[in-house]
């Protein structure tokens, strides 16, 4: 059987025009901002929080990802399709695509198979200008505090070695991890050290995305801790009077965008930072506005359980008073064969033994999304080389730990797919739901705070600091942001800071590298081993295989 590519199906669907879709939602015409037939961003006014506090939050996350994906955001997608099959009134609430992966290695993210959001070619480009406006801000600002370093008058005193920001691009892009700028003469400027980081792993993008009001916006964007000056002291964004231009490029980009599903069901893609080095989470706003507007909202958080909802669950649901009554823990037969043991080359190869050594991943996921007193749901997405003694040996082994398995075809039947993993979810969500509690009070002290996630949700026996990170806990200190949430930046590949510990490592320790203030996003992110920033690519890039043709028809894309 030959199967259509996921582009191929996303060009095969007649699209409705987004009003019709918006009509779904109770919004009339007029409070749309429309770009073209089938995007639209929504005004602020229409969140409503008694509706956020009432209606049904599900978040949809994964067991440790083999470098593919588990295929969260298809899951989402399916779930929602899913819901409104058996009379839910449901939206799924997404994060925005980054170009660099699309042209790289792991593709864009609006989902696959019969189970996409579309436009699919605009969501996964330039879609409605969002990143854009945050790389611009973000610069904005890096301009700002070269010209203040080179400028006579209004000087700050900024110490050029103690500069934090760096400049942003949204493309994998290795030569510019580390750059020196300045160069060519007292007209360009005072040389120094710099470096790219890619978009989404901007402060401006994490803050975008903790916003809840333009007011909170521009208050966090000057909150932006820069640098220190020559006496030690402090130099925030607000120093530099760059909040308010900043906020400018931005006054767009904060509305949440309004698209649709295959099935013709809302969508709202919003934000878009990266869940092993930010907070993994589409934008409060996006979250709240489809509260607003939908009985039940299915979002997503990236990578694994232990960081992207674990993030969710401690830094944006603390923060926004969200309660999400179901989480939705996708897995797949491949991703327990790796933890099992299989090479890259078996993952599509039945085995049953490597499913049951692997399936201790899944279990210690399980055990973490239950300790935040929220009962999990496990979505098995399945792929053609699932075997049915896998798939009932992982339903069966989760029925002995009291978790509901289901089977999810969402990427080949859409909606028909996943009418048995709704109806599960609606189940805990009717029937099970509770009023989640945090890990951790924001109130503790920043080491307790660090090892609660490292032993509870990782595992780890223990937690060491290297000396930068002890320096850093010392100014953490000194400037007053003890009381910040932690947002942990480490591999995604594995519970543990090694990417090589698969399954479920124990008896091993965690190290601290560094700490780093977001000040304007408002946590603190504590640095497991070398994190990535700024990705490469590939040696074949997925932009090869990509073709337009003389009517502008896209190939290739993914």
């Given at each position: 059987m030959t199967h259509l590519s996921d582009i191929k199906i996303a060009q095969a669907k007649q699209l409705v025009h987004i009003k019709n879709i918006a009509k779904k939602l109770q919004v009339v015409e007029d409070d749309l901002e429309m770009y073209g037939k089938y995007k639209a961003k929504l005004p602020l006014h229409l969140i409503n929080e008694e509706q956020v506090a009432k209606n049904n939050l599900v978040l949809v996350t994964a067991i440790t990802p083999t470098p593919a994906g588990e295929g969260k955001?298809?899951?989402?997608?399916?779930?929602?399709?899913?819901?409104?099959?058996?009379?839910?009134?449901?939206?799924?609430?997404?994060?925005?695509?980054?170009?660099?992966?699309?042209f790289g290695i792991k593709g864009g993210a609006a989902g696959g198979g019969y189970s996409q959001v579309v436009p699919m070619e605009d969501?996964?480009?330039?879609?409605?200008?969002?990143?854009?406006?945050?790389?611009?801000?973000?610069?904005?600002?890096a301009a700002l505090i070269d010209n203040n370093i080179q400028s006579k008058t209004n000087n700050l005193n900024i110490d050029p070695r103690t500069i934090l920001w760096k400049r942003v691009i949204d493309m994998n892009d290795r030569a510019l991890r580390e750059t020196t700028i300045g160069l060519g003469g007292t007209a360009n400027g005072v040389p120094r050290q710099d470096g790219f980081n890619i978009t989404p792993a901007s402060e401006v993008m994490a803050i975008l995305c903790m916003a809840t009001t333009f007011k909170n916006l521009k208050e966090r964007l000057g909150a932006i801790?820069?640098?220190?000056?020559?006496?030690?002291?402090?130099?925030?964004?607000?120093?530099?009077?760059?909040?308010?231009?900043?906020?400018?490029?931005?006054?767009?980009?904060?509305?949440?965008?309004?698209?649709?599903?295959?099935?013709?069901?809302?969508?709202?893609?919003?934000?878009?930072p990266f869940a092993n080095i930010a907070q993994g989470t589409n934008t409060i706003i996006a979250t709240k506005m489809g509260l607003s507007l939908s009985n039940y909202v299915v979002t997503e958080a990236g990578f694994g359980a232990d960081l992207g909802a674990e993030k969710f669950l401690n830094i944006k649901s603390v923060f926004a008073k969200l309660n999400p009554k179901c989480i939705v823990l996708v897995a797949t037969i491949k991703a327990l064969r790796h933890h099992g043991g299989a090479k890259k080359e078996a993952y599509n190869t039945p085995n049953l033994e490597r499913v049951s050594e692997g399936f201790n991943n899944l279990e210690k996921h399980i055990e973490n999304i239950r300790k935040f007193n929220i009962e999990p749901v496990v979505a098995i997405n399945s792929f053609v080389s699932d075997t049915a003694e896998e798939v009932n040996f992982?339903?069966?082994?989760?029925?002995?730990l009291g978790?509901?398995?289901?089977?999810?075809?969402?990427?080949?039947?859409?909606?028909?797919?996943?009418k048995t993993l709704a109806e599960a979810v609606v189940d805990v969500v009717e029937?099970?739901?509770t009023q989640y509690n945090a890990l951790y009070d924001w109130n503790t002290p920043v080491k307790e705070k660090i090892e609660k996630i490292a032993k509870e949700i990782y595992g780890a026996a223990k937690v060491v600091y290297d000396n930068k990170a002890l320096l850093n806990?010392?100014?953490?200190?000194?400037?007053?942001?003890?009381?910040?949430?932690?947002?942990?930046?480490?591999?995604?590949?594995?519970?543990?800071?090694?990417?090589?510990?698969?399954?479920?490592?124990?008896?091993?320790?965690?190290?601290?590298r560094e700490i780093e203030i977001a000040a304007g996003a408002q946590f603190l992110i504590p640095i497991l081993g070398k994190m990535m920033r700024m990705p490469g690519l590939p040696s074949v890039p997925a932009s090869e295989n990509m073709t337009i043709d003389d009517q502008g028809v896209i190939s290739g894309l993914s």
């Open positions: 955001t298809t899951v989402s997608i399916g779930l929602t399709e899913g819901l409104n099959k058996i009379g839910k009134q449901a939206t799924v609430v997404l994060r925005e695509p980054s170009l660099g992966p699309v969501i996964n480009l330039h879609f409605t200008g969002d990143f854009n406006a945050v790389e611009k801000a973000n610069n904005l600002l801790l820069v640098g220190l000056t020559y006496d030690n002291a402090p130099v925030f964004a607000r120093d530099l009077k760059a909040e308010n231009a900043m906020a400018i490029l931005l006054k767009d980009a904060i509305k949440p965008n309004l698209v649709q599903t295959l099935e013709e069901n809302p969508a709202i893609i919003h934000g878009g992982v339903i069966q082994k989760c029925a002995n978790v509901k398995a289901v089977l999810s075809g969402g990427w080949a039947k859409g909606g028909e797919g996943t029937n099970k739901a806990l010392k100014r953490i200190d000194r400037l007053g942001f003890n009381d910040f949430p932690i947002c942990m930046a480490k591999t995604q590949k594995s519970f543990s800071d090694n990417d090589k510990l698969i399954g479920r490592p124990k008896d091993f320790t965690v190290t601290v």
